[in-house]
């Protein structure tokens, strides 16, 4: 028997942990967490440990899938990619680039193969359907760091190791471990808060594992943070709490002009947080030796989600805790340049064909994808391209959107699964487990609670294209170059494009250099390293291909088999904010013309029907974990939590089924009567509902659940960002039968 030890990153959610992987005769035994791994030092959740399994999984696809007579069969690469050359090319030759959609699913941010190949392809396809889960996830964040900040990306992440104070909203990374913020082990860090003597409040209509550990707990009514957090700017002005310690800004005024009404007291009935609350919190905020204030999901997928993003910077601002140690602070990757070139934060280049959305970043709303398949005429979505995505499970009006997806003339899919998505596939292509994959990080690095990177290589090896390669020969169908064109030599095209680009750009590390001289030293590497070797050494701390010897390489990474920590966040306000001012704009335009929606929505409000709420659980990861047995052995979990006076009022007791009908669909769910949910506020977790037919997920299909997202609407957007509204839906509840 020959027995080794590999480390790795866990690619499954955004903390990064460090795993020690146990395989025998190169079977995977037993994964558990690295100990020496610097930044998650052992820590592990269940879902890490099932790599192994996932990898094994008999379920999972691994040789491409061309439908026939609608039944899928087996086929060769070079006829799958035949077949999608054969339907695609004259389809765009009739319609036009816009008949090609583009679906980007969560997987591709945990890895650098996809992120690296998924931006030409976008490119070759010529479209301006392009759309991610980011739409129904984080994009409010993006815009409002766009305006305050100067790029979409300028993301500050809350210190939470070295704070002393950590409002915390719409979050509860005891289950989800964390997002827009990575670190290994939350548990840990919010406990070590705790301990120290810190204090967290966490504000959710759900007493959820993260609100037991705070120190509050404050419920509030699903879409009401915006206004309660310009309450609390209110109250710093109101009691001039307002730091002397500042950031350079501006807009001040604006800013306390546009809160001027928004009182505790103006907002109370609104949010159903207690006015005498808010205003210690507010206090509490301001004279907090640090502090920093943090809002997730629950604050961004709702109608004011840029509000109420931008007012959790605007606090971090006012308290004087954005880009210091214990406040809120900006990471930078190790792939990156010190220095952002400062460039206006616009949106709406383009718009959406029938509804009129603006682009941000490049994307269209995910809930407008169904309207472009099904809506006729000029520029009618008929291809569509899912790459890793499960937007049947994910996106708002699941119903609908399955519909759409069954209309379409083309489907292609890049996955590893037979799922409620790429059932509609007319080609699937299979992606690679994790362990087939070499690993880094390249978005999570750029959120990061410290200063850290890893590098790992693949475990395993397997037949045919790797997943970059299948991403690549898609770029070349899409670019009119057919289908028998070499991935690897259309990557390197793209590579030595990239290092005559940088070689003649001034500021770039290289400037002035050789590309051949360059392309050489990055040739020791596979294709998708290569591209990760130059950004490294091109990077802030990278040697500049012999510039600095001491700099870093993805080599002197890759010696570091359990990762590279250098240090916490450093202050660097003047690299990280790229306003064309230099300031952080407190007061954008757009930002203050859609208050008056807020105000018109505080006016309006009349005590509420039911509303629903998601929620995650540690053992789920988004819609695809479900086939893990280890995973869902355990109790039924798709419940919908119901507070014990809403159950009596329906006449349920727990375990009973529960209809709950929106404006869009209907499911039917066991009740769990608790008394952690606010009155007349349910929750269903998202991701389930895996009893579609022709599906293969044999583990899945023997506990589905319900998909949430046939209750979510496409309908209501938050405007400013085109973020989905998933929380805090109307529905009516009922026993069922
Ligand atoms: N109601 C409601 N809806 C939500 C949310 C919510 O909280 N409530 N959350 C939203 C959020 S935050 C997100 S990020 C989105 C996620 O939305 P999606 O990205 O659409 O969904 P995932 O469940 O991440 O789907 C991942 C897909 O990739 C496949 N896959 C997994 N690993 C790989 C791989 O390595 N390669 C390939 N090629 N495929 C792989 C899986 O089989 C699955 O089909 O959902 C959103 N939808
Ligand atoms: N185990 C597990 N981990 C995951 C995932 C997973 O599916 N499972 N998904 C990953 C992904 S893609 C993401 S984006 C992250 C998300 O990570 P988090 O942002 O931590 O997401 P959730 O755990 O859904 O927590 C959202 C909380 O918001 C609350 N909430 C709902 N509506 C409102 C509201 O209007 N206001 C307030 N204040 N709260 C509200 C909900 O009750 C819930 O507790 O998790 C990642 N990690
Ligand atoms: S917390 Fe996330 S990264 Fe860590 S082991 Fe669990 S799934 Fe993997
Ligand atoms: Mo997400």
């Known amino acids: 028997m020959t027995r080794r030890i590999a480390y790795r990153t866990c690619p499954l959610c955004e903390a990064t942990c460090g795993v020690q992987i146990t395989l025998e005769d190169d079977a995977v035994k037993v994964i558990r967490g690295d100990r020496d791994n610097p930044f998650s030092q052992g820590f592990i959740c269940p879902k890490g440990s099932t790599l192994g399994r996932l990898h094994d999984d008999p379920d999972r696809i691994r040789t491409p899938l061309v439908k026939r007579d609608g039944q899928f069969a087996e086929a060769s690469w070079e006829e799958a990619l035949a077949e999608i050359d054969r339907r695609l090319t ?51 964040k993006h815009v409002s760091s766009g305006y305050m900040f100067g790029h979409a990306g300028a993301i500050p992440v809350p210190d939470i190791d070295r704070t002393d104070y950590l409002l915390m909203l719409g979050a509860n ?39 037991e550990l705070a120190t509050d707990h404050l419920p509030i009514r699903p879409g009401a943070d915006a206004a309660w957090l310009f309450s609390l700017i209110h109250v710093l002005f109101d009691e001039d709490l307002v730091s002397d310690h500042l950031v350079p800004v501006a807009g001040l005024d604006d800013v306390r002009a546009v809160t001027a009404e928004m009182s505790p007291e103006a907002t109370a009935d609104f949010t159903r947080i207690d006015t005498v609350a808010t205003r210690r919190i507010a206090r509490e905020l301001a004279t907090a030796e640090t502090a920093c204030v943090y809002g997730r999901i629950g604050t961004h997928t709702v109608a004011f989600g840029t509000l109420a993003s931008w007012a959790v910077d605007v606090l971090n601002v006012l308290t004087g805790n954005l880009d210091r140690p214990g406040g809120a602070m900006f990471p930078l990757a190790l792939h990156q340049p010190a220095r952002r070139t400062p460039r206006a934060f616009r949106q709406g280049r383009f718009r959406s064909r029938v509804r009129d959305l603006p682009e941000t970043i ?29 937007p049947a499970l994910t996106a708002p009006d699941a119903g609908r959107l399955e519909q759409a997806l069954d209309s379409l003339d083309l489907m292609v899919s890049v996955d590893i699964y037979l799922n409620e998505t790429t059932r509609h596939a007319d080609v699937i292509l299979p992606g690679r487990s994790a362990l087939e994959k070499s690993h880094y990080d390249l978005a999570f690095t750029t959120l990061s609670l410290r200063d850290y990177a890893m590098y790992s290589p693949p475990l395993f090896f397997h037949d045919g294209l790797s997943e970059f390669e299948a991403i690549v020969a898609l770029t070349g169908i899409a670019a009119g170059l057919g289908s028998a064109v070499d991935p690897a030599a259309l990557a390197e095209a793209a590579l030595t494009a990239q290092v005559q680009s940088a070689v003649g750009t001034t500021g770039s590390r290289i400037h002035g250099r050789d590309p051949d001289e360059i392309l050489k030293e990055l040739a020791v590497w596979p294709i998708p390293e290569r591209f990760l070797d130059l950004m490294i050494r091109t990077g802030h701390r990278g040697d500049g291909f012999g510039a600095d010897p001491d700099g870093m390489t993805l080599e002197r990474l890759a010696a570091a088999q359990h990762g590279i920590d250098f240090g916490p966040l450093v202050p660097r306000f003047e690299d990280a904010v790229s306003t064309s001012s ?116 044999s583990v899945a299909s023997q506990r589905p659940g319900v998909n949430t997202n046939i209750l979510t609407d496409s309908a209501p957007l938050d405007p400013l960002s085109g973020n989905a509204v998933l929380n805090g839906i109307p529905v009516e509840i009922a026993a069922a039968g």
Request: proline share 8%; net charge negative; aromatic share 4%.
């Open 90 to 140: 004259p389809l765009l030759a009739e319609h036009g680039r816009d008949a090609a959609a583009l679906y980007i699913g969560n997987p591709n941010a945990h890895g650098f193969h996809n992120t690296l190949a998924l931006r030409p392809f976008a490119k070759a396809l010529g479209t301006r359907n392009i759309y991610t889960a980011s739409t129904v996830d984080q994009m409010p």
């Open 173 to 211: 990374p005891l289950e989800s471990n964390g997002s827009l913020a990575t670190a290994p082990d939350w548990p840990g860090r919010l406990r070590a808060l705790v301990d120290r003597g810190g204090r967290l409040v966490v504000v959710d209509p759900r007493k959820t594992k993260t609100a």
């Open 362 to 390: 490049g994307e269209l709303p995910v809930a407008t994808l169904a309207d472009e398949i099904l809506t006729e005429g000029p520029g009618q979505v008929r291809a569509l391209f899912t790459i890793a995505g499960n």
């Open 582 to 697: 230099g300031m952080v704009e407190l007061a954008p335009a757009p930002i203050i013309e859609d208050i008056p929606r807020l105000r018109a929505a505080i006016e309006a409000h009349r005590p509420d029907d039911v509303v629903l709420v998601g929620r995650r659980e540690l053992r789920s990861n988004n819609s695809w974990l479900h086939n893990v047995e280890v995973l869902v052995r355990r109790k039924e979990r798709c419940t919908l939590h119901v507070h014990p006076d809403d159950a009596a009022r329906i006449g349920v007791s727990d375990g009973e089924p529960v209809t709950v009908r929106s404006a869009v669909g209907m499911v039917t769910a066991p009740a769990e009567v608790t008394e952690a949910i606010m009155a007349g506020v349910v929750s269903l977790p998202y991701g389930w509902g895996h009893d579609a037919e022709g599906t293969h997920l």
